[in-house]
């Protein structure tokens, strides 16, 4: 069951990001950022800044870095809203320019409204995504919010019949290579290999992998991983964010 | 089978109705006393008392036709290597013993009575009763053990079953037989899982519907016994298990044969002595063979119903894609306070097939609400055909014709009516732990076999068939 929202969290949380963007960010590289200690701690606890050095997928095969986009507020009151039409009208809006074909530099900025929202490139500590810590790492709202991700990957080889799998807290809706190849609907929990899309190809060369999250209230999480034939972890390929010219 | 022979060459006639076949094989399936099943090149034989037997292309639709010279009664069969060992008994009254019988054997390089390599060797003595012992030389059984050793076994209610080791390489006795069970007809060993089980019948034979004809069991660590059964009562001593007595309609199981289809699905094979609905017949008969708690377990026949469809990978149920319709009503945490209290009516057909797709639906697998889009109605396509033991299936959409169908991308989805087409078509096993495999006719452009699975908790999707991955399984719970 998730919790209606507390007002108080959400007070602090705002009260915390203005102290946030006072002290300075983090990661450090990130113009607009700050934060208490206590933020500081929480957001360490789950990040590292991406490096220039591409990485690869541990043995469990889940995809660790990946370039996420401040979140952008969406009205809607339960995560059992997320059904398949509300998915399919909420990703035919356009957010931001090429919101489908960007890809995106660390620190780099796109304009939603009047509002400039932050690239991140990000490696989680985790087997998973915690876009709560991370919009409030970076002093965001974080109840009834989208969460863009995108990442790069770099084959040497074909992989063929391999499956995205994943899980999502809760909807979520997945592309590679500019198609859609996995959502997951309604209200979910972050769960291992929950949702499989069907079989896909990760060409030889670069892949780009990318998709919104969306999530009501409570914990706001996902992660992703390619699978093969036998469900078996997928990891021969390496995975990178683009950096800043100055940073490579 | 031991008083009375039945007819041979029952004339071939029209199948039941259709609506029996989820019940018993389809076709001419009359036989008493049939043997173990056993499939060569493709077919499906089974041989009865008398002479004579059953064929099958697809082990579910039987005739007439094998072959088996030697009359008497109560054959089995065994496939050994590239050979066929069939076993029958007869009984010599001719000097005023009632119970001076004999069991023969006979090989065959096949069964296909077409084939020209269709040739049965002289038929040799191997085992029987003089006449004055307590022991009724006939209904053989065979057993190859998972050492490699030959066995069988013989004997009916007059007086003690027996086991002799055989040499399988030509079936001659290597050892003095060895009295296991008293009072049993239709003896039968297999083994599984360390143990070895003998199958037996109780009850009266050969009296048609009246028949009290019953298959028995129990269990011992050695082929030769004790056999004891589940409350400790060795077979000797009148022990056994039931495994399968009458059906409504079907009367008079007997005649156990078990048929390994592949790991973690078996039948059995057996006869209902009188079927009501095919003028109290003997009909072939086959169930599922499942195992539980080291015991043999036989299988219900498939019902045809409504059905959720549920994962054993995380106990979701496959649904359509669609979106989720809420119910009106309910105080989500609220207890209502003094409200009265009035039963709400479950969602209906009507209430969300207007927002459905027209065309392609795909699937998922979600949390059970027993809602329209998750009721599948599985019924059985008797023009199909079948396989070993069932009839192919559609599945479909309860109240609309919106079919389950495979793709030739090895995924599943749905469309909106069904055709008959071999992907939209079903065959559904019962596994050795009650699960499900649920399988298409064909996938489109896909020589391989591959099942129904859960490759995620939430995805369905085709794959190949594992017994031992739970993401190959389903429980079928009839709604009711």
């Known amino acids: ?248 | 089978m031991k008083k009375r022979l039945f007819a041979t060459g029952f004339t071939a006639i029209v199948s039941a109705a259709l609506s029996l076949a989820a019940f018993a094989q389809i076709g001419s399936p009359y036989i008493h006393d049939p043997s173990t099943v056993v499939e060569c090149d493709g077919k499906y034989y089974t041989f009865g008392t008398g002479g004579g037997g059953l064929i099958s292309e697809d082990g579910w639709s039987w005739h007439s036709g094998a072959v088996r010279p030697g009359g008497g009664v109560a054959p089995d069969a065994i496939k050994i290597g590239d050979r066929y060992l069939v076993v029958y008994s007869t009984t010599d009254r001719s000097n005023g013993l009632r119970y001076r019988s004999r069991v023969y054997a006979m090989w065959n390089k096949t069964l296909d009575p077409d084939s020209p390599d269709f040739e049965y060797t002289e038929p040799m003595d191997i085992a029987g009763s003089n006449g004055y012992e307590d022991c009724d030389g006939i209904d053989p059984g065979l057993m190859m053990g998972p050492d490699g050793r030959l066995w069988l076994v013989y004997g009916t209610y007059f007086g003690y079953t027996r086991v002799v080791e055989l040499n399988p390489k030509n079936a001659v006795p290597i050892s003095e037989p060895v009295d296991v069970a008293l009072s049993c007809e239709a003896g039968e060993m297999m083994y599984n899982d360390g143990w070895y089980y003998l199958l037996a019948t109780h009850g009266t034979c050969c009296s048609g519907v009246n028949s009290t004809y019953e298959i028995i069991v129990g269990r011992s660590k050695s082929p030769t016994g004790p056999f004891y059964d589940h409350i400790g009562r060795d077979m000797i001593h009148g022990g056994g298990k039931l495994l399968l007595a009458s059906e409504p309609r079907r009367i008079g199981a007997g005649h156990f044969g078990r048929f390994i289809v592949s790991d973690g699905i078996e039948k059995m094979s057996f006869h209902f002595e009188g079927d009501l609905d095919r003028s109290g017949r003997s009909v072939l008969a086959m169930r599922p063979l499942m195992w539980k708690d080291g015991w043999p377990v036989a299988g219900e026949p498939f019902e045809n119903g409504n059905y959720s469809i549920v994962s054993e990978r995380r106990g979701y149920t496959l649904e359509l894609a669609v979106n989720n319709v809420p119910l009106n009503g309910g105080r989500g945490m609220s207890r209502g306070g003094d409200a009265p209290v009035a039963p709400m009516a479950d969602q209906k057909l009507e209430d969300v097939i207007g927002t459905w797709p027209e065309e392609q639906i795909d699937l998922r697998i979600g949390p059970q609400l027993f809602r329209p889009h998750q009721t599948w109605e599985i019924t059985e396509v008797p023009e199909a055909g079948g396989y070993i033991g069932g009839a192919y299936c559609k599945i479909t959409i309860a109240g609309t014709g919106r079919a389950l169908t495979a793709t030739a991308d090895k995924e599943v989805t749905t469309v909106a009516e069904f055709t008959g087409a071999p992907e939209q078509l079903w065959r559904i096993d019962r596994m050795t732990d009650g699960t499900y495999r649920i399988m298409p006719k064909a996938v489109p452009g896909i020589s391989e076999e591959l099942v129904l699975v859960a490759v995620a908790d939430s995805t369905p999707s085709l794959g190949a068939f594992d017994p031992a991955n739970v993401n190959c399984k389903w429980s079928l719970k009839l709604l009711r």
């Open chain 1, 1 to 248: 069951m998730k919790h209606p929202i507390l007002s108080k969290w959400r007070i602090l949380a705002i009260l915390a990001a203005a102290v946030f963007f006072s002290q300075g960010g983090i990661p450090a590289r990130s113009q607009n950022v700050a934060a208490s200690d206590g933020y500081r701690a929480v957001f360490s606890d789950y990040y590292t800044p991406a490096t220039s050095v591409p990485a690869t997928p541990g043995p469990d095969g889940f995809i660790r870095r990946w370039t996420l986009l401040e979140p952008i507020a969406k009205s809607f009151s339960s995560n059992s809203m997320l059904t398949d039409n509300y998915l399919s009208e909420t990703m035919a809006e356009e957010y931001f320019k090429d919101q489908f074909t960007i890809i995106p530099e660390d620190g780099s900025k796109v304009k939603y409204g009047k509002t400039n929202l932050v690239w991140h490139a990000l490696d989680s500590k985790k087997y998973f995504v915690n876009l709560l810590r991370f919009a409030e790492g970076y002093g965001k709202e974080y109840f009834q919010q989208m969460y863009w991700a995108v990442t790069i990957i770099d084959c040497e080889e074909d992989l063929k019949d391999v499956r995205l799998s994943g899980g999502a807290n809760s909807g979520a809706v997945w592309y590679l290579n500019g198609e859609e190849v996995l959502r997951l609907t309604n209200d979910r929990d972050l769960i291992v290999d929950d949702c499989m899309s069907k079989r896909v190809t990760l060409h030889k060369g670069r892949n780009i992998l990318r998709g919104a999250v969306l999530n009501g209230q409570g914990m706001a999480t996902f992660c992703l991983r390619f699978v093969d034939e036998q469900g078996k972890p997928v990891t021969a390929y390496t995975v990178s964010s683009i950096m800043p010219k100055k940073r490579r």
